[in-house]
């Protein structure tokens, strides 16, 4: 199976809400936005700077990517891209189509980009793993305690 990228549009927040929710879900997080609070935040996202694109299998949407470009921190004019959101549906795993769709990513928006940065979650297993298989490494680890 092969697949291609379609850039997404304003129409398209409703999907990309619905697909964000089973990525919530799928990863375990604790974000508990409803679908209209997640498809009022991808149209705000969509709106500024940004970018989201379908990946298309055949006639079908597998999964999405959402991303936004920036400049390096400590480097100014080093580009560099922020993947925050990269879901596959789950009929579509385990068939290579993630790691397709990364390269094509990388090969067809992140042009000249120096680095891709992805949180994620520390209990993600599947999630770590995959991006471990995609070329990934640990950077950074976040920590939090509750204070209750």
């Not at 999964?63 to 789950?90: C, M, S, T, W």
């Not at 790691?99 to 992805?118: D, H, Y």
Request: charged share 30%.
């Amino acid at each position: 199976m092969e697949i291609r990228l379609r850039a997404a549009s304003p129409d398209d927040v409703g999907l990309l809400a619905d697909m964000n929710k089973r990525l919530i879900e799928d990863e375990g997080s604790s974000n508990p936005l409803d679908r209209e609070q997640l498809q009022a935040r991808m149209r705000n996202w969509l709106e500024a700077d940004w970018k989201a694109d379908f990946l298309i299998c055949g006639e079908e949407t597998a999964g999405y990517a959402l991303y936004r470009f920036k400049e390096n921190d400590y480097h100014p004019g080093i580009k560099e891209v922020y993947l925050r959101q990269y879901f596959v549906g789950r009929e579509y795993r385990g068939k290579g189509l993630g790691l397709q769709g990364v390269t094509l990513l990388k090969k067809l928006r992140f042009k000249g980009v120096a680095t891709i940065e992805i949180d994620v979650l520390e209990e993600n297993r599947l999630g770590k793993s995959f991006w471990l298989r995609a070329g990934f490494e640990p950077y950074a680890c976040n920590m939090r305690m509750r204070n209750t």
